[in-house]
Nanobody, 119 residues
Framework: QVRLVQSGGGSVQAGGSLRLSCTAS????????MAWHRQAPGKQRELVAS???????????SVKGLFTISRDDARDGSKNTVYLQMNSLKSEDTAVYYC?????????WGQGTQVTVSS
């Protein structure tokens, strides 16, 4: 079992920045993928960015160059923290953001955090 705890988020004006954090702990394997997803009202959840334990990243086209995903893995393997730095935020970035952790095709999810961008 892997537990994820998110922090960050909130409200910001368009053009502003926010940073989200998510810490995973528990029965983690050396190879895993951590990611950020978002779900806006009335829309399906979408993958925003992902990063493997080897540092390979992938981004939703609309956030490329604006959002940056990174991670910090504890040397003893006790916890992994993933970050999402969001710059130049737009009203369409308003959503509930969820972090996820995947290993061996098993997914775990954070509790979600609201990001609201006002124009």
């Amino acid at each position: 079992q892997v537990r994820l705890v998110q922090s960050g988020g909130g409200s910001v004006q368009a053009g502003g920045s926010l940073r989200l954090s998510c810490t995973a702990s528990g029965d983690m394997l050396s190879f895993n993928v951590m990611a950020w997803h978002r779900q806006a009202p009335g829309k399906q959840r979408e993958l925003v960015a992902s990063i493997t334990s080897r540092g390979r990243t992938n981004y939703l086209d609309s956030v490329k160059g604006l959002f940056t995903i990174s991670r910090d893995d504890a040397r003893d393997g006790s916890k992994n923290t993933v970050y999402l730095q969001m710059n130049s935020l737009k009203s369409e970035d308003t959503a509930v953001y969820y972090c996820s952790y995947r290993q061996e095709y098993q997914d775990y999810w954070g509790q979600g955090t609201q990001v609201t961008v006002s124009s």
